[in-house]
């Protein structure tokens, strides 16, 4: 039976490659600043960081396609080519907003906290 690419160790490496980039830090770390244990980090985030997540996942795409990447040490390089293009936004709207946007904020928590209108 073949790996899902979630079990696949170079999925996770150049996951590891792309969230470093963007975030800053490890995909492990970023989801000790959500206080997460074995729950999906992408649920938790909140939309900006989202945002900014696909961002980087789609940049490394599109430049791994057009260098015709081939290998885990082209991806990589590719890989924090792309996050680095959403890191440079993330440092950008810190800048302008003069708050952080990585939080430990949990969008998930946060959404079931919520009071519903009656």
Not at 88 to 111: D, Q, W, Y
């Amino acid at each position: 039976m073949e790996k899902s690419r979630h079990q696949n160790p170079e999925y996770a490496i150049l996951t590891d490659d792309i969230t470093e980039a963007w975030a800053g830090m490890k995909t492990r770390q970023y989801k000790k600043v959500k206080d997460l244990k074995s729950q999906n980090l992408r649920d938790h985030m909140t939309n900006l960081e989202l945002v900014l997540n696909m961002l980087a996942e789609v940049s490394t795409t599109e430049i791994a396609r057009k260098k015709d990447a081939k290998g885990l040490i082209e991806n990589r390089k590719v890989a924090k080519q792309g996050g680095s293009i959403a890191g440079n936004a993330r440092k950008e709207i810190e800048l302008r907003t003069g708050k952080p946007v990585i939080s430990s904020g949990n969008f998930l928590l946060a959404k079931k906290s919520q009071k519903k209108l009656k």
